[in-house]
């Protein structure tokens, strides 16, 4: 300690922004470093593994291998459901009780940071932790479905050619295979895919702003993401039946307060080769704001009032 | 002074918490007031949980006072600016472990709106100055609680603050860390920076304080400078070098013959234990 004390510096306020982009930049590394990445392995392996779930079929040779296509995208936007939720609801339940129980927590609050900016900077470093986790999924998802797709179009293409098929029929037959394999409502899928686990990530915030232990608010997000796809029919049967007033605002107000997962299942839909509307993208992605922004405001509220 | 904005300004604080069951209330800090003004060392000392590290939190906002007011360099401490010109380090911190003590630094340099070329000299000025310029890549997880106790102090200057708060900043520290950041606190003083410390480390309160308070059971039970609190009003020493016998014999003699006044002890002053600790250890270093 014989060094010179440090020169006098003055430091500029920073912005709400900037602090957020700190905040979020250092939990993402966090959990990088958590080495959380090694899902991928178990990933590529469904994903090359849904290959080979050749599935008995009852079409007819002209659209033999589409059920394959179809197997890679169930499989690929299945597991890329459960892993992303998984992710953003255990993540986030980990950042904030380890920083109070580290007194990390302290250190950031002694410095000017607002608690609003230090709760959105930790959503937002899980919520890019999901999304970098999809984007690596997406591209391994697409690089397999694009090279069984091309296999099975030459495949047909071939069959099609030596039983003599007119240009048009080729062209509808080439038009039918490329609408199962990547294409841009798969991404709007996958993006679906990322709006719901952000719900979920803002939600276990919210939760985790008044819970004392991760189990807890593992636990408790598990169970309001299954009790969200039974949302809208619990809601119609309360509201249908012609209940009293009271019931109905308490419907409403659950219907507010619990976002409607059902409605993040229109990927079904793409699986079988269908498009997704860009106008259903649209809802979609409203939802979500609406939701992420509701859950941050309401933990903000907890977490403001909260002492350490 | 009439016209200086305290550094610190804790007026009749009052903190209830309510116990998890029955919901009762317990007081941790009773109607404490602190004035601490700027370029001031003042300790707090008191026994675990007599509200030391309550009311410390009471003036950076992390909890909310029941009743009364904190205030730093005029602004309540309840408002997130007030903390612009604060550094703190709490009692035991832990810190990122999977952050190298460089990335620990510009994180929180970054939280303070530093950016650019003057984070980064001011990361390598405060990692000299806290000696861990050998240690800046390797990961927190893998320094000992020295180390910590240290890259938490640097963090606490990381904008350079105008206070500086520590709780229990020498716990869990060997003697020659202990050291090392009683120096720093020193030199801070030279500065002209604010220290408030808390500690029941008595004898190193001692050493680095101008003013203390004792805190017991909530409540403040002694403020003061310290040299008034501990001077023993009665009495008078002198410390002589290489003093002959006879010379001692004549003083003895001499104080025997004033009625009304009576030689306590005489002898040889003794080192602390930590003094000699110090020595030695130094006398190895290459």
């Known amino acids: ?308 | 002074m009439a016209d200086v904005i305290p550094a610190v300004e804790i007026c009749d604080l009052v903190k209830d918490f309510k116990t998890s069951f029955r919901r009762q209330k317990l007081r941790a800090v009773a109607g404490v007031s602190i004035r601490i003004q700027p370029g001031e060392v003042y300790g707090l000392i008191g026994p675990n949980g007599s509200g030391k590290s309550t009311t410390m939190k009471a003036l950076l906002g992390l909890v909310a006072p029941t009743a009364g007011r904190c205030a730093i360099f005029g602004q309540d401490s309840l408002r997130v600016d007030s903390r612009r010109e604060v550094g703190f380090l709490p009692e035991n911190p832990y810190f990122y472990k999977h952050l190298s003590g460089t990335e620990t630094l510009r994180f929180y340099g970054k939280l303070c709106g530093m950016r650019g070329r003057v984070l980064d000299d001011r990361v390598r000025e405060l990692l000299a100055l806290v000696d861990l310029e050998s240690a800046r890549d390797r990961r927190l997880g893998g320094y000992s609680k020295g180390m910590l106790q240290r890259i938490g102090l640097a963090q606490a200057l990381v904008q350079d603050p105008r206070l500086l708060i520590l709780d229990e900043p020498t716990a869990g520290v060997d003697p020659i860390g202990s050291r090392q950041i009683r120096d720093l606190i020193f030199r801070l003083r030279e500065r002209g920076m604010t220290v408030f410390l808390c500690s029941h480390l008595l004898e190193q309160v001692q050493e680095v304080c101008d003013r203390v308070g004792i805190i017991f059971q909530g409540k403040m039970v002694r403020e003061g400078r310290l040299d008034d609190l501990i001077a023993i009003e009665d009495q008078t020493e002198i410390i002589l070098r290489d003093a002959s016998p006879e010379l001692i014999a004549r003083i003895t003699a001499l104080v025997a013959t004033c009625p009304g006044t009576e030689l306590v002890r005489s002898g040889k002053p003794r080192t602390t234990l930590e003094r000699l600790f110090l020595r030695e250890t130094h006398r190895d270093d290459p």
Not at chain 1, 60 to 77: D, F, H, Q, R, Y
Not at chain 1, 171 to 193: E, H, K, T, W, Y
């Open chain 1, 1 to 308: 300690m014989s060094q010179p004390l440090v020169s006098p510096v003055r430091s500029a306020p920073g912005s709400h922004y900037g602090r957020i982009a700190v905040i979020a930049t250092h939990a993402f590394t966090q959990l990088v470093r958590m080495k959380v990445f090694y899902f991928l392995a178990v990933f590529a392996v469904i994903t090359i593994g849904s290959n080979f779930f050749d599935l008995p079929q009852h079409v007819g040779p002209e659209a033999a291998g589409t059920n394959v296509l179809n197997s890679i995208k169930s499989w690929s936007l299945g597991t890329m459901t459960l892993f992303s939720v998984v992710f953003a609801i255990v993540a986030t339940a980990l950042l904030l009780p380890k920083d109070v129980e580290d007194r990390t927590l302290y250190t950031i609050l002694a410095k000017p940071v607002p608690r609003l900016d230090y709760l959105a900077g930790k959503l937002l470093g899980v919520i890019l932790l999901v999304l970098v986790s999809l984007a690596l999924m997406d591209v391994l998802m697409t690089a397999v479905l694009q090279i069984r797709t091309s296999m099975i179009l030459s495949g047909q293409l071939e069959l099609a050619h030596s039983r003599g098929w007119s240009a048009a029929e080729i062209a509808s037959l080439r038009s039918d295979i490329l609408g199962q394999g990547p294409n841009a409502s798969l991404q709007g899928a996958v993006f679906v895919v990322f709006l719901r686990a952000s719900i979920m990530a803002s939600l276990a915030l919210l939760i985790s702003t008044f819970s004392s232990s991760t189990l807890f608010t593992s636990i408790i997000s598990f169970l309001i993401y299954f009790i969200g796809h039974f949302q809208a029919d619990a809601r119609d049967v309360f509201l249908g039946a012609g209940s009293g007033s009271m019931t109905r605002a308490i419907s409403l107000l659950l219907a507010l307060a619990l976002p409607d997962f059902h409605l993040f299942n229109e990927f079904d839909a793409v699986i079988q080769g269908q498009v997704m509307p860009l106008i259903l993208l649209g809802k979609l992605t409203g939802i979500g704001l609406f939701y992420a922004g509701f859950y941050l405001i309401a933990s903000w509220f907890i977490f403001a009032e909260k002492e350490f």
